[in-house]
C-alpha cells in the first residue's frame, strides 16, 4: 500500500512538473528588453534607479537586461512608437515595451503589434492590483495597458486666505465636500471679497467625464466593437449649471496655464488638479514684483455632486508588451511583475509623485514602511489620495479610435465658452449696462441648447471620424 501510494505521489509530482512553463530565459545568454517612456526629472531617476536593481538583481539571475530610452516627451513617443510599428523609413525597431496612453496603445493593438497580458497572469495575481486600474488596460477582448503608477484628483486650497474669510462668513471645508456646496461657498467669497474668484479646475474633461458617471452615464464605450456615445442632455445641463453659471458671475477663473498659477497670482485660492502635480502648489501669493506673502494650504478630497455616486478619477500612462519572440515576451512580463510588486512600485510611485498600483500598496503604513515621505505637504496628499482610492470608485474612459482628439474637443468646448461669455459680460458691466439684463442674455434654456449641440455634434463626428 505505501509503495502504491509512492509510486502516486512521483506520478502527480510528474504531472505538476509537466503543467509548468518552459522558461525561455538563459542566464548565460541574458536578452536585452528595450523600453522606451517619456519620463524627465524625478520620476526618470526613480524609473532608472529601479532598473539598476532589477538588472543586478532578479535581471541578472534569470537572463534579463532591461535597457531604457527616454523618448521625448508622451506626444514623441507616440509618434516614434507608431512610425516603428508602421516601418517607416528612418525609424527605429519597435521597443519590447513603451509606456503609452490608451489612445496610442489602441492604434498599435489596431496593428496586431500588442501582446494580451492576461495569458501571463494569473486572476489571483490580476486580483492584487486595484480594479479600476486593470479595467482601463482591457479593450479588444484583453489586457492591453499594465499599470505602473497612477494618479487622482484632490482639492487644494490656500488656507490663509480662506480662514478670515471662512470665520467671518460662517463657512467650513466641509462645505467643500460637494460640488453644490463650492458653488455656494465661492458665490460668497466673491461677495465677501468684492469680486475676486474662488476657485479654478485643471482638466475640465474629467469633471465632464466623472460628472456624466456620477449619474450612471459613461461618456463613451464600446459595445460589439461599435462605440456608444452617451452625452445625456440633463445631466450635460447640470455640468454647466455647475461650472458655465458660477464662471460667468466670477466665482470661477482660469487664466494662467494652470490653476497652480493662478494661485500663485491670487486669482483664485483654491482649484481641483491632479495630485501628481501638488508639488507645483505655491508657497506664496505674489501680487506684484513688490509686494508677497506666504501661505498654508490645506488637501481635500475633490467634491462630487451631492445626489451622484462617489467616483473619482484615474490618470497616468501604462506599459504596453509588443510581440516579440517568446524570450523578450518572458523577459518583459517578468520586469512588470518585479517593478509593480509593492516594494519597488512604492518607491517609484511615490518618489514621483504618483500612487502605487496594488491594493497592498495603497495603504499609509506601507508607504511609510517603504519610502520616505519629503515633506508634510506630500503625506497629506498621499493619505486624501490613498483614501479617494479605497473609498470611491474609479473611473476614466475607455480605449477608442480618435480618443486625444475627442478628449481634447470636450475639454476645451466648456472652457472656451466659459471665457469667452465672461469676457463679454464683463465688457458689458463695464461700460454700465443693467446687470440683471446683462446676465439674462446668457442664462437661459437658448444659450445652453446652442451650445450643446455644437458640442455633441463636433464629439460625435470626432467618434464616427465624418
Not at 507645483?280 to 490645506?298: A, G, L, R, T
Not at 481634447?408 to 466659459?418: A, R, Y
Request: hydrophobic letters at 35%; glycine letters at 6%.
Amino acid at each position: 500500500m505505501k509503495k502504491i501510494i509512492k509510486l502516486s505521489c512521483c506520478f502527480v509530482l510528474l504531472l505538476c512538473l509537466g503543467c509548468t512553463p518552459k522558461s525561455h530565459l538563459d542566464p548565460d545568454n541574458p536578452v536585452t528588453v528595450h523600453l522606451w517612456n517619456y519620463y524627465t526629472g524625478k520620476q526618470m531617476e526613480s524609473f532608472n534607479a529601479l532598473v539598476d536593481t532589477f538588472n543586478t538583481g532578479v535581471g541578472k539571475e534569470k537572463g534579463i537586461v532591461v535597457e531604457v530610452t527616454s523618448v521625448g516627451n508622451v506626444n514623441d513617443l507616440g509618434k516614434n512608437v507608431l512610425d516603428a510599428a508602421n516601418k517607416k523609413v528612418g525609424s527605429s525597431e519597435m521597443p519590447d515595451i513603451f509606456a503609452a496612453y490608451a489612445d496610442t496603445a489602441y492604434q498599435i493593438d489596431q496593428l496586431g503589434k500588442v501582446v494580451d497580458l492576461s495569458d501571463y497572469f494569473s486572476k489571483d495575481e490580476l486580483a492584487e492590483y486595484v480594479d479600476g486600474y486593470i479595467d482601463e488596460g482591457h479593450f479588444n477582448d484583453g489586457l492591453k495597458i499594465f499599470p505602473v503608477a497612477k494618479s487622482t484628483e484632490i482639492m487644494m486650497i490656500n488656507t490663509t486666505d480662506f480662514e478670515p474669510f471662512a470665520k467671518a462668513k460662517g463657512v467650513t471645508l466641509d462645505d467643500l465636500q460637494t460640488i453644490e456646496g463650492l458653488n455656494e461657498v465661492a458665490k460668497k467669497y466673491y461677495e465677501y471679497t468684492n469680486g475676486k474668484a474662488f476657485f479654478g479646475r485643471d482638466a475640465l474633461a474629467n469633471y465632464m467625464i466623472i460628472g456624466l458617471k456620477e449619474f450612471g452615464h459613461d461618456i463613451v464605450s464600446v459595445k460589439d466593437d461599435q462605440v456608444v456615445f452617451d452625452f445625456d442632455k440633463t445631466i450635460v445641463r447640470k455640468l454647466w449649471d455647475n461650472y458655465y453659471l458660477p464662471y460667468i458671475h466670477g466665482y470661477y477663473k482660469a487664466e494662467g496655464r494652470f490653476r497652480s498659477d493662478d494661485v500663485k497670482m491670487g486669482n483664485i485660492i483654491s482649484f481641483v488638479g491632479s495630485s501628481s502635480g501638488a508639488t507645483f502648489f505655491p508657497k506664496k501669493v505674489i501680487i506684484n514684483d513688490e509686494k508677497s506673502y506666504p501661505i498654508d494650504v490645506k488637501v481635500l478630497k475633490a467634491p462630487t455632486f451631492k445626489d451622484g455616486q462617489a467616483y473619482a478619477v484615474q490618470q497616468g500612462a501604462g506599459l504596453v508588451v509588443t510581440k516579440g519572440d517568446d524570450a523578450h515576451i518572458e523577459g518583459s512580463i517578468e520586469f512588470l511583475k518585479w517593478f509593480t510588486d509593492v516594494n519597488q512600485n512604492i518607491k517609484f510611485s511615490i518618489d514621483s509623485g504618483y500612487l502605487p498600483v496594488k491594493k497592498a500598496a495603497n495603504d499609509m503604513d506601507s508607504i511609510e514602511k517603504n519610502t520616505k515621505i519629503e515633506s508634510e505637504l506630500m503625506k497629506e496628499v498621499i493619505q486624501v489620495s490613498v483614501d479617494t482610492v479605497n473609498e470611491s470608485k474609479l473611473y476614466t474612459t475607455k480605449a477608442i479610435p480618435n480618443g486625444t482628439s475627442f478628449r481634447s474637443k470636450l475639454e476645451s468646448s466648456l472652457k472656451d465658452k466659459s471665457e469667452k461669455d465672461r469676457q463679454a459680460i464683463a465688457k458689458s458691466l463695464k461700460n454700465g449696462q443693467n446687470e440683471k439684463a446683462v446676465f439674462e442674455k446668457y442664462e437661459n434654456d437658448q444659450n445652453f441648447e446652442a451650445w450643446y449641440q455644437e458640442t455633441y455634434q463636433a464629439l460625435k463626428e470626432i467618434i464616427t471620424n465624418e
